[in-house]
C-alpha cells in the first residue's frame, strides 16, 4: 500500500519560503510515477503546484513556476517543495500525491494534507 | 489555458440519481478523472479514465466523457456520498503537461 506523508513548518512569514517534504512508503520513487504537490485554499478549490520524476524532471504551474522548486531525495525516498516569496495568497492544505503528466495518469494516492499558514 | 466548469453545487435525495457535470473545449478527446472530497479529508480517486473505478469505489459511480462535457453518475444516493467532487485533466497543449481541476461541486443529500 503506497502512503505519503507531509512534514514541514506550519507556520511562514510573508516574504519567506515555504519548505515541505514528502515520504513516500511502501513503493520506491526510483520505480516510476510522477510525484507531485497539489493545494487547497480554505473553503476553495484544488491547485496543482507541479510533480517530478525520479530523475529530477519537473513539470511546473505555470502561474507559480517562478517561486516554486521541487525536488527528489531517492535515497530517502522522499521529494520536496519550496516555494519562495510567499504571501497570505499561499495560505492553504499542502498535499504531496503521486501522479503522471505524460501519461495523463490519475492522482491515485494523496498524503493527508498539511495546513500552511503565512502570517507575520 | 484550459478550464473546466462544473456547477458549485447539486442536490438529490436518497436513493435518486445525481449527475455531476465538467465541461471543457472538447474534453471528449481528453482523459478525465473525477475525485471525491469529504470535509477535512483528502480528494480520493473514484473515476478515472473518462469510467473505470478504483477498486473499492461502489458500482453506483460511474462516468462517461463526449464532446464538451463529461459527467460523473451516481445511482442510489447514500447520505456517504455527500461531499464536493472534482473533475481533472491533464492539459497537453503545450511541451509541458499541466494539472486542471474543475472548481468543485458540493453534492447534498436532501
Known amino acids: 500500500q503506497v502512503q505519503l506523508q507531509e512534514s514541514g513548518p506550519g507556520l511562514v512569514k510573508p516574504s519567506e519560503t515555504l519548505s515541505l517534504t514528502c515520504a513516500v512508503s511502501?513503493?520506491?520513487?526510483?520505480?516510476?510515477?510522477?510525484w507531485g504537490w497539489i493545494r487547497q485554499p480554505p473553503g476553495k478549490g484544488l491547485e496543482w503546484i507541479g510533480s517530478?520524476?525520479?530523475?529530477?524532471?519537473?513539470y511546473y504551474n505555470p502561474s507559480l513556476k517562478s517561486r516554486v522548486t521541487i525536488s527528489v531525495d531517492t535515497s530517502k525516498n522522499q521529494f520536496s517543495l519550496k516555494l519562495s516569496s510567499v504571501t497570505a495568497a499561499d495560505t492553504a492544505v499542502y498535499y504531496c500525491?503521486?501522479?503522471?503528466?505524460?501519461?495523463?495518469?490519475?492522482?491515485?494516492?494523496w498524503g493527508q494534507g498539511t495546513l500552511v499558514t503565512v502570517s507575520s | 489555458s484550459y478550464v473546466l466548469t462544473q456547477p458549485p453545487s447539486v442536490s438529490v435525495a436518497p436513493g435518486k440519481t445525481a449527475r455531476i457535470t465538467c465541461g471543457g473545449n472538447?474534453?471528449?478527446?481528453?482523459?478525465v478523472h473525477w475525485y471525491q472530497q469529504k470535509p477535512g479529508q483528502a480528494p480520493v480517486l473514484v473515476i478515472y479514465?473518462?469510467?473505470d473505478r478504483p477498486s473499492g469505489i461502489p458500482e453506483r459511480f460511474s462516468g462517461s466523457n463526449s464532446g464538451n462535457t463529461a459527467t460523473l453518475t451516481i445511482s442510489r444516493v447514500e447520505a456517504g456520498d455527500e461531499a464536493d467532487y472534482y473533475c481533472?485533466?491533464?492539459?497537453?497543449?503545450?511541451?509541458?503537461?499541466?494539472?486542471?481541476f474543475g472548481g468543485g461541486t458540493k453534492l447534498t443529500v436532501l
Open positions: 517530478i520524476y525520479h530523475s529530477g524532471s519537473t
Open positions: 481533472q485533466v491533464w492539459d497537453s497543449s503545450s511541451d509541458h503537461p499541466f494539472c486542471v
Open positions: 479514465y473518462d469510467s
Open positions: 511502501g513503493y520506491s520513487i526510483s520505480s516510476g510515477y510522477y
Open positions: 472538447n474534453i471528449g478527446s481528453k482523459s
Open positions: 500525491a503521486r501522479d503522471n503528466p505524460t501519461l495523463a495518469m490519475p492522482i491515485d494516492y
